[in-house]
C-alpha cells in the first residue's frame, strides 16, 4: 500500500464485527480461526472482513509456518486521526482569532 | 480530547453563539476563517462546498441545523489525494454558553478563556459508529 486511504479506512471502521477484530489483534498477533471465534463469524466471512481490513491498511499479516497472523496497525488508526484532527484543530483556531479580531472592532 | 467515539475540539469563543454560528453557514462569514470562496445552501440536505485553499475543496451536506446551539454536516475533500472523500466523515458543532460547559464535570476547563465573554464550541469530527473505540 503506498498511500494511506482515509476513505477505505473509515469503511473498515463502520462496521463493528471488523472493529472487534482489531481490538482482538490489538496488542498480539491473532489467527483467522482465533478472530472467528471470538467473533461468532464464519471462517469464509472472517477471511473477508479481513481483507477488508487488509485494504484499508489497518491490519498486517504474517505469514508462520502454514498460519496466517493477523495484528491491527496502530500506526494507521493514529494517521486516521491525525487526519481529522489536523484540519479541524488549526482552523478552529482561526476562528478563534477571527472573532477575537471582531470583538476589538466593535469596541468603542 | 480524544474521545473513543471520535475527534474532538472543545474550546471557548470570544463572541455570542449565533454569531459563532453564522461563522460556519454564511458564506461571506466562513471566508474568513477557513476558505477563500464558499457555496453553501445552510438547511437540512444543503450541500455546501468551499475552496480551502487554491484549487483544494471541501464538501458536505448540512444534516441538522438548529440556530444557535447545534449544527451537524457531513463533510470531506474532494481531492481523493487526501483520503477522506465528501461524505465519509460527520462534523458536529455544539455551541453552550461557556458558563455551563465550565461547570460540567470533566469538560476539562475551569474557567473561561476569554472572560466574559459567553459561548463555547464543541467540534466532533469522525464516522459516527465508533463507540468507544479503539480499546
Known amino acids: ?108 | 480530547v480524544i474521545d473513543g467515539d471520535a475527534v474532538i475540539h472543545e474550546l471557548v469563543l470570544p463572541a455570542p453563539a449565533g454569531r459563532v454560528f453564522d461563522m460556519f453557514t454564511d458564506p461571506r462569514q466562513l471566508v474568513r476563517w477557513i476558505g477563500i470562496s464558499a457555496d453553501l445552501q445552510p438547511r437540512p440536505g444543503g450541500r455546501f462546498r468551499f475552496e480551502v485553499a487554491p484549487g483544494q475543496f471541501c464538501e458536505g451536506q448540512y444534516v441538522i441545523i438548529d440556530r444557535p446551539v447545534r449544527l451537524v454536516f457531513t463533510w470531506g475533500w474532494t481531492d481523493p489525494g487526501f483520503g477522506l472523500a465528501p461524505g465519509t466523515s460527520r462534523v458536529e458543532v455544539t455551541l453552550a454558553p461557556a458558563a455551563t460547559m465550565a461547570s460540567r464535570p470533566g469538560s476539562g476547563w475551569s474557567t473561561p478563556a476569554w472572560p466574559g465573554i459567553s459561548d463555547c464550541c464543541t467540534t466532533t469530527a469522525g464516522p459516527a459508529s465508533w463507540a468507544g473505540w479503539p480499546p
Open chain 1, 1 to 108: 500500500m503506498t498511500r494511506f486511504d482515509g476513505e477505505a479506512a473509515l469503511r473498515a471502521l463502520a462496521d463493528p464485527r471488523r472493529r472487534r477484530m482489531l481490538e482482538l489483534a490489538w496488542d498480539r498477533e491473532c489467527s483467522p480461526s482465533e478472530l472467528a471465534g471470538s467473533c461468532q463469524l464464519s471462517r469464509p466471512a472472517t477471511s473477508q472482513h479481513l481483507r477488508v481490513l487488509r485494504e484499508a491498511g489497518l491490519i498486517s499479516v504474517r505469514l508462520e509456518k502454514n498460519r496466517r497472523l493477523y495484528r491491527a496497525r496502530a500506526d494507521r488508526l493514529a494517521d486516521l486521526r491525525a487526519l481529522l484532527d489536523e484540519f479541524w484543530g488549526s482552523r478552529l483556531a482561526s476562528l478563534r482569532a477571527e472573532l477575537a479580531a471582531g470583538e476589538e472592532g466593535n469596541r468603542p
